[in-house]
């Protein structure tokens, strides 16, 4: 089945310790995203790709990049991780301009930050 | 940026009832697409029903149906026969069709199903 593929599913770092978030899909869509989700809150969009375009919030916080080296697959670095940075981190893909077309996501990856 | 509100934080049905989930939306475009996630605990968020706002029917899918009112910029969604299954959080999402490739979300109505 066509998805979205998060790696890994449970991340546990050290503050201030760099770390990386994969995505990968198979759905051949050309836009991808990636979401911070506190608990029982709305997906907080960070930023997206729309093919090699990329797309920053104005209040996604300079400690958070993005690489995209190919369609299919998407990383999120966090440099130098902090207390409030722990959260559940979505990535999400979709077809491109205006489409009718919904968002699918991954499962997600939690990260921990001790 | 669109502002979606959804003001309803928690709900509760009892099994095989029904109950209606709040959505209002804040745009000054005229076509746009309107979604429903569902994201059960610990689990994915999947598509639960779709609305295009040139459309003035109302968009159903076997138990969930929408009441979309475009003057009010409203997106109600109905969940008839509630299912233990279908206790999760539900988020309204509004993606416009010309600048295309953000989703707005709202904050999120949890929903508790009582056996």
């Known amino acids: 089945d066509a998805m979205v593929i998060q790696n890994p599913r449970y991340q546990v770092t050290q503050f201030g310790k760099p770390v990386t978030l994969s995505c990968s899909q198979t759905l051949n869509h050309n836009v991808m995203y990636w979401y911070q989700q506190k608990s029982s809150q709305a997906p907080k969009l960070l930023f997206h790709y729309y093919d090699k375009d990329f797309n920053n919030e104005a209040d996604t916080p300079d400690n958070f990049q993005s690489r995209r080296p190919n369609t299919s697959f998407c990383f999120l670095d966090i440099r130098s991780p902090g207390l409030g940075d722990a959260a559940m981190y979505l990535c999400?893909?979709?077809?491109?301009?205006?489409?009718?077309?919904?968002?699918?996501f991954g499962p997600g990856t939690r990260l921990t930050v001790l | 940026a669109q502002t979606v509100t959804q003001s309803q934080p928690e709900m509760s049905v009892q099994e095989a009832e029904t109950v209606t989930l709040s959505c209002t939306y804040d745009t000054s475009e005229s076509d746009y697409y309107l979604f429903w996630y569902k994201q059960p605990p610990s689990r994915q968020m999947i598509l639960v029903i779709r609305q295009e706002a040139y459309k003035q029917q109302n968009a159903t899918e076997n138990r969930f149906s929408v009441n979309f009112q475009k003057a009010a910029k409203s997106f109600s969604l109905k969940i008839s026969d509630s299912q233990l299954g279908d206790a999760a959080m539900y988020f309204c999402a509004y993606r416009s069709a010309d600048t295309g490739n953000q989703f707005y979300f709202g904050t999120g109505t949890s929903l508790t199903v009582i056996p």
């Open positions: 999400a893909t979709s077809r491109g301009g205006g489409s009718y077309n919904e968002q699918f």
